[in-house]
């Protein structure tokens, strides 16, 4: 793979040099079906250049490539924590604005991030929240709330839904439900709380089918789970294979209402990038409306971008699990790296939780 | 291997002289690759597990701003308490399961391939090696496919299933080449001295075999140890073994220094057993072969 990138970094090199137009390659390190072919093919007429696409399905992956020296990439599209590891790193470079005039767009609740304030290296693309999906159909012959994160930290209702609820096998995500519905921030620092949210998860464990990060969205659309702690996007995705497949039941999702996870995912620069003019010409490209629904049509990502709200589909824009209303937007909270020592603390706690 | 023995030919003074400077020279591709890739790695490992983990991943540098950062710390967590003492025994336990089931399924097939006549085993070998076409992880979702009706779908036996359909061809395959070696003759013989089927079978077959099931299990025992996916997708709350610890260290809690402790841990633990297993095993072979 690194073969095949130097090689061709050394070819476009050679046809710059010799003054061709084949030496316009925009190079996007991005997330799996992040962006439409349509769209894809729509911005190589606009630049008249090429666009090449490498693909990471998480930010460790991408993280972890980086740091082992792969260069050429001209764009990432980290999430917050990991924007701020780039940025730690020197690895990024800062965005000029005025290269940028579709900037306005961004909704101003995303405009200020702790990672990157005032957008000085950051262009926020797709959010998405860390949700329970469940089996409406099911739950409400069984009478359970659908509304908190009870659903899968009450014994009272978890009697009901033994071996029928997954959760993600994420530390980060999972303790941090947790610490949500025992009322504490997901960036506690006081490990008498986090032991208190260990706790609470070894009780209710027995009544978990299992850890998983994308097993869910198959058994959620077939039957097999009616209870699943993750990604928004994925449970649109379950939602629509179920409705697809003509199952007799429907999938639902939403934000517990003590709050939850949220990510963010944004265009950064990364500092070996060769085409900086292509790369601010793409963002301000995606920052038009019409392309920047692209995301949330496709995946049903939420969206950053006032201007795209017309173009979204109307079941994906109306849909209060993928675009947080005002007052649930203000209990979400994105997750930020610990020091290495709480890391270390919290991992411990993770492979009690796994043993026990 | 009839080749390679120089004492079935003629000598010829010049190749004598010359055989000291070709061993060296074929010798020196495999052991370079064994430097550079088993080596140099594990080296890097020991040092990394003697630094510390960085801030925003990576590890802080074992020299800085003139102070030496190396420490004991990360063995000293490990042997904390007994949490991940516990996990290392447990997955030696699955490793040691699965390839006692390996074994018990993949002698007969192994020891039928090698008797059914000569036209047809290639075609059978074929067999067992056509499920390497298809995609690990795809034939690890059939599975998901399979064990959902049954109940069986996210628990120790489903981990255990996993593990036995993925390895199993790694032990049908040297248990082949083995038994397919024995001299029937042998068999005719302990026969015509009035020796059962029984007898026949514990007292030749499987004392020259012995090389094949080591070699079988070592190749299942060990990959067993550090497969991370198929507990991640069969395994239920409690099925994490080493694999999956280490990958997390490495991945998601980006704490370098625990991550190569752990694999560290894991290579000595695979070495030690395997000196030992190869010590258990010489005199019976010995004895016998």
């Known amino acids: 793979m690194n073969a095949w990138r130097a090689t061709l970094i050394v070819l476009s090199l050679t ?94 609740e995303f405009r200020n991030p702790w990672y990157d ?96 990060n994308s097993t869910y ?57 060769r085409r900086p003019d292509l790369a601010h010409q793409f963002i301000n490209f995606m920052l038009d409306g019409a392309n920047a629904a692209d995301v949330s049509n496709l995946i049903g990502a939420g969206n950053p971008n006032a201007a795209a709200r017309p173009y979204i589909a109307p079941g994906i824009a109306g849909n209060p699990g993928i675009f947080p209303p005002a007052a649930d937007l203000q209990r979400l909270e994105m997750l930020r790296d610990f020091d290495p020592k709480t890391r270390r603390l919290l991992s411990r706690m993770w492979t009690e939780i796994k043993v026990r | 291997m009839t080749e390679s023995q120089p004492s079935n030919r003629p000598r010829d003074p010049a190749q004598t002289r010359r055989a000291p400077l070709t061993r060296w020279l074929v010798s020196l591709p495999p052991t370079l690759f064994l430097l550079t890739f088993f080596l140099a790695p594990a080296l890097l490992m020991v040092g990394a597990s003697l630094q510390q983990p960085g801030d925003f991943g ?22 904390s308490d007994w949490i991940y003492a516990e996990i290392f025994l447990r997955s030696f336990l699955v490793a040691a399961a699965t390839t006692l089931l390996c074994l018990l399924l993949a002698y007969p097939l192994a020891w039928l391939i090698a008797r059914s006549h000569r036209r047809h085993r290639d075609l059978l070998v074929l067999l067992v090696l056509l499920p390497f076409a298809s995609n690990f992880l795809i034939r690890i979702y059939a599975w998901i496919i399979l064990l959902g009706p049954f109940d069986l779908l996210y628990t120790p036996w489903a981990v255990i299933t996993g593990m036995v359909y993925v390895h199993l061809p790694f032990m049908i395959l040297p248990l082949y080449t083995n038994l397919e070696q024995h001299d029937p003759a042998l068999l005719e013989a302990a026969q015509d001295l009035g020796a059962g089927a029984a007898t026949r079978f514990w007292r030749i077959t499987l004392p020259l075999s012995l090389p094949g099931i080591w070699s079988g299990s070592a190749l299942v025992f060990i990959p067993v140890l550090g497969m991370f996916a198929i507990p991640e997708l069969l395994g239920g709350t409690r099925d994490i073994l080493i694999g999956n610890l280490i990958k997390e260290q490495f991945l998601d809690n980006r704490d370098w220094p625990l991550g190569s402790t752990l694999s560290l841990l894991l290579t000595v633990g695979v070495l030690l057993l395997a000196g030992l297993a190869a010590r258990a095993a010489r005199p019976w072979r010995g004895g016998t072969a």
Not at chain 1, 217 to 234: C, F, M, N, Q
């Open chain 1, 117 to 212: 304030p005032g957008m000085r290296y950051a262009v926020p693309y797709a959010t998405t929240v860390t949700v329970l999906g469940y089996n409406a159909t099911r739950l409400s012959e069984l009478g359970l709330p659908t509304d908190s994160w009870a659903l899968i930290f009450e014994p009272r209702y978890l009697d009901k839904l033994k071996g029928k609820v997954t959760v993600l096998n994420s530390q980060r995500e999972l303790m941090g439900a947790a610490m949500k519905y025992l009322g504490y921030s997901v960036q506690e620092t006081d490990p008498a709380r986090w032991d208190e949210a260990k706790r609470l998860i070894l009780r209710t464990k027995p009544y978990w089918a299992t850890f998983s």
């Open chain 1, 217 to 273: 969205i198959k058994d959620l659309a077939v039957g097999t789970i009616w209870v699943a702690h993750g990604y928004s996007s994925d449970m649109y995705r379950a939602q629509q294979d179920a409705r697809d497949a003509g199952r007799p039941f429907n999938i639902a999702f939403r934000t517990p209402k003590e709050g939850a996870v949220l990510a963010v995912d944004s265009f950064v620069l990364h500092k070996s990038g």
């Open chain 1, 15 to 108: 046809l710059m040099v010799s003054g061709s137009h084949a030496a316009d390659v925009l190079h996007l390190y991005i997330w799996n079906t992040y962006l439409s072919e349509e769209t894809a093919a729509r911005f190589e007429a606009r630049c008249g250049c090429r666009l090449k696409q490498d693909f990471y399905s998480d930010n460790e992956e991408m993280l972890a490539k980086l740091e082992a020296g792969a260069i050429g990439y001209d764009l990432l599209v980290p999430t917050g924590n990991a924007v701020e590891t780039l940025l730690r790193q020197q690895a990024l470079q800062p965005l000029d604005k005025n290269r940028l005039p579709n900037l306005g767009n961004i909704k101003a």
């Open chain 2, 58 to 79: 990576g590890l802080v540098p074992a020299l800085e701003n003139g102070r030496l950062t190396l420490s004991l710390d990360t063995y000293r967590f490990f042997f």
